[in-house]
């Protein structure tokens, strides 16, 4: 089993910035054996959206309309997950969770709602 810990989320500003953190504790599953993390969100009323994806040699993958404005990065020595969050908007308002899988899962951003473990999840609000 896999527990991971969303924090960060909170409210600002249209044009502000937030930096979302994920702590992965684990026995089974430790969170450098997860093939791919990522973080995703799901807005009232919406389905869950991939936002943006990382896999174990680096690379990442992005949703379009977030591409340029969030960036995903983790720290390997302190086993967190971060998505940081630059000049966000309205429409970026949505309950944020991290999430990872163990097996490789290609498609990128899109299928990390699909990643076997999830957090419960931290709270974005942008105003206008």
């Known amino acids: 089993q896999v527990q991971l810990v969303e924090s960060g989320g909170g409210s600002v500003q249209s044009g502000g910035s937030l930096r979302l953190s994920c702590a992965v504790y684990g026995y089974t599953y430790s969170f450098y054996s997860l093939s791919c993390r990522g973080w995703f969100r799901q807005a009232p009323g919406k389905e869950r959206e991939g936002v943006a994806a990382i896999y174990s040699d680096g690379s990442t993958s992005y949703l379009d309309s977030v591409e340029g404005r969030f960036t995903i990065y983790q720290d390997n020595a302190k086993a967190i997950l971060y998505l940081q969050m630059n000049n966000l908007t309205p429409e970026d308002t949505a309950m944020y969770y991290c999430?990872?899988?163990?097996?490789?899962?290609?498609?990128?951003?899109?299928?990390?709602?699909?990643?076997?473990?999830r957090g419960q999840g931290t709270q974005v609000t942008v105003s206008s």
């Open positions: 999430a990872g899988e163990p097996a490789y899962a290609s498609g990128g951003y899109s299928q990390v709602p699909n990643f076997r473990y």
